[in-house]
Every structure is written in structure tokens, then in C-alpha cells.
């Protein structure tokens, strides 16, 4: 295991320098220009824009100017935010707990609505529990977050007065209240992003479910006395969790993307609404190392997953 995850990390190393690197051209060649506000400003001399250039670089090689980018990361150093007048590691910091949170809880979510629906499917095919489960989740992965986000602000929000649509980090609340205050904004980001997940999950719980029950090794444990939930939860579920942890771990970008659309929905403080903020200011160093953070996080979650198999199925060695 040990040696399996050391060569899994050496790996990763020329992967997150492969796609960093791909990541900083596409930006270095994209239309627009991070001084285009003072160069259309009378008020800023010519002198001065050029000055904020070259301090910069902007005008150099791009592979001069990779080179010198990745070695600041390196060393820590993540450049400066044109638009917020802050380093970006600063900002990125102030918002990476509540993106993690916000995608874990809604992850953790999908899972436990996937589970126990999927599972349950499965094991009666066809009835009409299967069929309400399946059509909701049909339903479920066809509307895109940004509809159901609005459904749910109209619907808890605005008709019922229930929850907050708008995720606020300044909260004056102490003690438990302040607590409670946190949870009820961030009910429904995760729920939106949450039931999205486990309507996708579901379909393929109950595939893989539907086809492990099957196999003769089910036949054998019935046939020893086992229960139908022993058999089910300790021998089908787990080794039908295989493909899911795989279909998982591949919608990892997926998950991404649609938390930057929530967040900007909700208003939620994330790496997300971060994003959308570079992009329309053109802050070429936020959007460098925000897209270099979410690959990052997408190679170390494929790495969980991949290491998750062997506690599954312990027919699988690492080598």
C-alpha cells in the first residue's frame, strides 16, 4: 500500500505540472487584458501603465513567464490579485473552507439518498416503489442546479419564508445561534447540489446492485442461512459500491462546476463566486490558481477513490 501510494503521488507530480501548464497558456493567449480598466483611463498616464507591466511581466514569453509562475508557487507564492489589491492565497484560504464544506455535506448527502433508494430498487425491480424512485430520479438529474436553485428560493424563501436565500459570512449571532444561523443558510446550496448528486447516484446504485444480487454467490449465502438484509447490506451492497466509488470519482469536475453555479446563486462566499468574480474582471492570477486548486483536489479525490477499492474488495492488492 505504501509503495503503491508513494508511486500514485510521484505521479501526480508531472500530471499537476502537465495540466498547470496547459492551464496557463489557454489564459496567456485568452482575449483581454487585466490593465484594460487604466488603459482606457485618461487620468493614468501611459508611463504608469506600462511601468505595472513589466513589474508584472505581462509582456514577456509565455513560457517566461510560466516558468517563473510555477516556481513562485513553489515557493508559496501564488501572485496578486489585480482586482482585489490582496495575494491570491490570501483569498483563495478566506474561501476554501466554505466551498469544502458546502461539496462535502452535499456529496454526503447524494450518498445517503442514493444508497438506501438505490439499494432498495434493486432488490424489488419494477414494483412501484422502483418505479416513483426511478421517475424522481430522472427528474432529479434533468432540471440543471440553477433551476432547482431558483425553485427552492422561490418555493423556501420567498413563498414560505423558511431559509435564507443568501449566504452571509458576517453572521452576529453567538453561541448555538450562531451555529444554527450557519446551518440554515447553508441548507439549501447543499440540498440543491445534494439531491442533484443523488438522483445521478441512484440509477447506477441500483444497476450495480441489480446486477451483484444476481450472482451465484448471493444464491449461496441465502442458501446458508443468512438473512436477506445480511445478505444484501454485508455482500451485495458492498461489492456493488465498486463501480459506484468509480462513477464518483469521475464526476468530481462535474461536482465542481455546479458548485461554482450555486455559489453564485446563493451568494455563497466559495471559491466559486470567486471565480465568476475573476473571470469578469479579468484576474488572470485568481483564475490561474483557483482552476490549479480544483485540479489538484480532483487528482487527490481520484487517488482517495482508487485507494477506497481495496477496503471494498479485499481481492484487490496494491502493488
Keep these: 500500500m505504501s509503495k503503491y501510494l508513494l508511486r500514485r503521488l510521484l505521479i501526480s507530480i508531472p500530471v499537476l505540472a502537465g495540466i498547470s501548464l496547459i492551464l496557463f497558456t489557454i489564459l496567456a493567449m485568452a482575449p483581454g487584458d487585466p490593465f484594460e480598466e487604466l488603459a482606457t483611463n485618461p487620468n493614468v498616464p501611459a508611463e504608469v501603465r506600462m511601468s505595472l507591466r513589466a513589474k508584472f511581466g505581462l509582456d514577456d514569453p509565455i513560457g517566461v513567464r510560466y516558468v517563473r509562475w510555477f516556481g ?74 440553477f433551476f432547482t436553485g431558483l425553485l427552492f428560493i422561490l418555493f423556501f424563501s420567498i413563498y414560505l419564508d423558511w431559509l435564507p436565500f443568501i449566504y452571509r459570512a458576517d453572521i452576529s449571532a453567538t453561541g448555538w445561534r450562531f451555529y444554527w444561523e450557519h446551518v440554515r443558510q447553508a441548507i439549501m446550496p447543499v440540498a440543491v447540489l445534494g439531491l442533484f448528486q443523488g438522483a445521478a447516484l441512484t440509477r447506477f446504485v441500483r444497476s450495480a446492485v441489480l446486477d451483484v444480487i444476481r450472482l451465484d454467490y448471493i444464491n449461496t449465502a441465502r442458501a446458508k442461512g443468512l ?70 483536489l480532483v487528482v487527490t479525490l481520484n487517488l482517495a477513490a482508487d485507494l477506497l477499492y481495496g477496503w471494498l474488495d479485499p481481492r484487490i492488492s496494491y502493488r
Design 227 to 296: 438473512s436477506e438484509q445480511v445478505t444484501i447490506a454485508k455482500h451485495a451492497v458492498r461489492n456493488a459500491l465498486i463501480p459506484v466509488v468509480t462513477l464518483m470519482a469521475l464526476q468530481i469536475p462535474t461536482i465542481f462546476t455546479g458548485a461554482v453555479i450555486t455559489e453564485q446563486i446563493f451568494r455563497v462566499p466559495g471559491i466559486g463566486s470567486l471565480l465568476i468574480s475573476a473571470i469578469l474582471a479579468n484576474d488572470t492570477p485568481v483564475i490561474m490558481a483557483i482552476t490549479f486548486v480544483f485540479s489538484c
Design 72 to 145: 513562485s508557487m513553489l515557493r508559496g507564492d501564488w501572485g496578486f490579485s489585480f482586482s482585489s489589491r490582496v495575494n491570491v492565497d490570501t483569498l483563495i484560504l478566506q474561501r476554501l473552507p466554505t466551498t469544502l464544506l458546502v461539496l462535502g455535506s452535499a456529496q454526503l448527502l447524494g450518498v445517503l439518498v442514493a444508497l438506501p433508494i438505490g439499494t432498495m430498487s434493486a432488490v424489488r425491480p419494477y414494483s412501484v416503489f422502483d418505479q416513483i424512485a426511478t421517475t424522481l430520479a430522472f427528474i432529479g438529474f434533468s432540471l440543471p442546479t
